[in-house]
């Protein structure tokens, strides 16, 4: 049974291209054979950061007061998904050039010195167990490749910061460049989900 975690950063919820596409990928796996946990930080968004839950996770749980107890199981709640998923997989739109910022309020709780990294002398290194990560980016407009195109980048080097290396992009951009565009850029997203689907089904 591969456990699918799907995480969902979209402020239009199922209307989102982000997360159709997402769906049309987990469908296209063996469907006996998936057990999908789903974190739409729309329905249920993560507070940002703030120095009183890092200070919790660097309290040791046992010194903890109940307030910490409960700053810092927001943080062990998604480190522990995340470390039991076989397959991630991120609906990310992009929003003023950027991922949303319910995303980075996310990973920012995945960050966790000790545990999903560790600094050494050569640098650092990631802990998480290296697993597939399909990222969904989908644009109203056209950036891969440019400068502008701050999203892959970013998820690139944080995704390998904590160990997860096997990252597969799926773009679909010009989404608000009209309808042909839009069309033309849904069906080349869904033949490349096709695609890697049937690799990690395999």
Known sequence: MKKILFISSSISGDKGHSVQLAQQFIAQLPQGN??????DLNETPVPHLEMTEMAAWMTPAEQRTDAQQKLAAISDDIIARVKAADVIVLGVPMYNFGIPSQLKALLDRIARAGITFKYTEQGPVGLLEDKPVVVFATRGGVYQGTPAD??????????NFVG???IHFVYAEGLNMGTDAQQAALTAAKARLVQISAKIAA
């Open 34 to 39: 998936v057990n999908v946990d789903t974190l």
């Open 150 to 159: 701050s999203q892959t980048p970013f998820l690139q080097s944080f995704l």
């Open 164 to 166: 997860l290396k096997d």
